[in-house]
C-alpha cells in the first residue's frame, strides 16, 4: 500500500489550491469593488516596463495584472486551476501555466518577474528566490509586494467586513525581512518603494499621500503597500572584462587640450574607442582633432560635428553613435583627469551600478576648480535631487558618467519628456535610470581648475549664469513630476 502522507508543503499546496479554486469566480467582483487599489498597481508598472520587455507573473490569480499591462511578452502561473482557468478566458494573448509556485519548470528568461502578494501564502520562500534566479538574466528585475504588517489586524479587518477579498496569508514580513531573504539567496536589492499609502479612493487625498507624500523617507514606514525590487545575482557572473568601452567627449574650443586628453585616456576593456563630438569651435579643436587622429593611427578615434548645439544635443548625439557595450561621457577640459575614467569603467565590470555617476565634492578640490556659486549651485541641486529620488548624489551635475549601451537604448524614450530643459542631459540620464530600475550609484572623482581656455558650461557673466540656473530648476521641478507620476 502507498503511504499516502503529505508533506508540509504539499499540504499547503492543497490548501491554497482550493481556497483560490473557490473564490476564483468572486475575483472579479473584487477587483471592481476595490478598482483604485488594483488600478494603481498596474499603473506602477506600466509606467516604467516597455512593449518588448518579457514579463513573468508568479501567482497571477485571474490575470487581472498581467493582463493589463503594456506587453508584447506576458505569462502568468498560478497554483489554482480554476484561476488560470478564467485568465485564459479573459486574457487570451497571454501564456498562462497551471502550476506551484515553488515546483514550477520554465526553460526560459524574463526581463521582469512579479510577486503580486505571492510571497504572503507560499511555505519555502527561499525555494522561490532559487527558482527565479534560474530564469533571469544579468539584467532581470523582481518585484515583490507586500503588505505592512502594521496593518495586520486591519486588513483582517477589511476580510471579515467584506471591504476587500479573503486572503490565504500565513507570512507577515516588512523589508528588512525580505533584506535578509534576497541576501540569503544572493539577489541584490535595488530599492524598496513605498505605493500605496491610502488603498481606498478618497477625493484628492489618496493621490496626494500615494503619489507625494512617498517622497518623505520619515513617512514611509506608515505605508499600506510596498514593492522591493530585486536583482538576482548570477554565481557565474559575466566576464565583463572582455566587453568593448566607447569613451565620448564633447568639446568646443578645446585645441590646447586635445593631445594631452589622448595620451592620457587609458585603454579599457577589450576595446577602446574614443568619440569627439566638436560643438562648433571658434579656435582650431576640430583640426586639432583631425592632427591627433593622424598621429594616433593604432586607437580607435571617431570625429563628429555637432549637428545641433549645447551640451545635450553633443551628449546624445555621441552616445547614438558608440559602438561599445559600455559608454562613458568624460570632461574634454581635464578639469577631471582623463585617469579616473578607470574608476568608472571598474565600477561597472564588478557589477556594482547599472548608471555610474562621478561626483566632484567628495576628494579635496583643488583651489578656484569650481566658482562660489557653481559650487553652491552643486549642492543644492545634489540635496534637491535627493529628497525627490531618495537616492543620495552629491553631485547631479558631473560631467563624468557612464551607462551600458543596452540600457541607454532602453532609456530613449523617456528623454523627450525633458525637452530644452534639461541643458545638460544631467538629470533626464538619472531619473530615466531610477525609473527603470536601474542601479544608481556615484564614484568620486577628482577635480582641479582648467591650464586652457574657458568654461563653456554657463556661458559668461552672471546673467547667463541665471539663464542656466533657471532652466536646471525648472528641469528638477520636471523631473520631480516625471518621477512621482506614475501613468505614463
Known sequence: MKNTTLT????????????????????????????????????????????????????????NLIGNLKTKNATGIDISKKSIEIAKSNFPKVNFLHTSIE????????????LSGTLNSVYDINKVLQKIKKISHSHTRCFIEFYNPLYRFFIILGSRLNFKMNERIYNWFNWQDLKNFSEKNDCEIVNTESIIYIPKKIFILSNFFNKFLSFISIFNFLSFYRVICLKPIK????????????????????????????????????????????????????????RMIGIHKDRDIKLFKQPGYGQKDALHYGFKKAKGDFIMLMESDLTTPPEDSELIWNAFISD????????????NMESKAMPFLNYIGNRSFGLA????????????????????????KKLEDDFNFFGKYDPFSAFELIFASLKNKLRVIEVPVHYSKRTYGSPNAYGKGFFSFLKYGFKLIFSLILSYYFYSNRKK
Do not use: M
Open 8 to 63: 508540509e508543503i504539499e499540504k499547503n499546496h492543497l490548501e491554497v489550491s482550493l481556497f483560490y479554486d473557490q473564490v476564483a469566480e468572486k475575483r472579479n467582483f473584487w477587483f471592481k469593488k476595490n478598482k483604485y487599489f488594483h488600478d494603481s498597481i498596474i499603473d506602477y508598472y506600466n509606467y516604467f516596463t516597455h512593449p518588448d520587455d518579457s514579463i513573468l507573473e508568479i501567482g497571477c490569480s485571474t490575470g
Open 103 to 114: 515546483n514550477f519548470k520554465i526553460n526560459r528568461k524574463f526581463d521582469i518577474i512579479i
Open 235 to 290: 554565481n557565474e557572473l559575466t566576464q565583463k572584462k572582455d566587453l568593448k568601452c566607447s569613451i565620448v567627449l564633447t568639446c568646443r574650443d578645446e585645441e590646447g587640450n586635445i593631445e594631452e586628453i589622448l595620451r592620457r585616456i587609458p585603454k579599457l576593456g577589450k576595446h577602446t574607442e574614443i568619440i569627439f563630438v566638436e560643438g562648433h569651435s571658434k579656435d582650431n579643436t576640430y583640426a586639432e582633432i583631425e
Open 352 to 363: 556594482k551600478g547599472d548608471f555610474i555617476n562621478g561626483s566632484r565634492l567628495i576628494y
Open 385 to 408: 535631487f535627493s529628497f525627490i529620488s531618495k537616492k543620495r548624489l552629491t553631485d547631479a551635475l558631473c560631467g563624468f558618467k557612464g551607462i551600458s549601451k543596452l540600457y541607454y
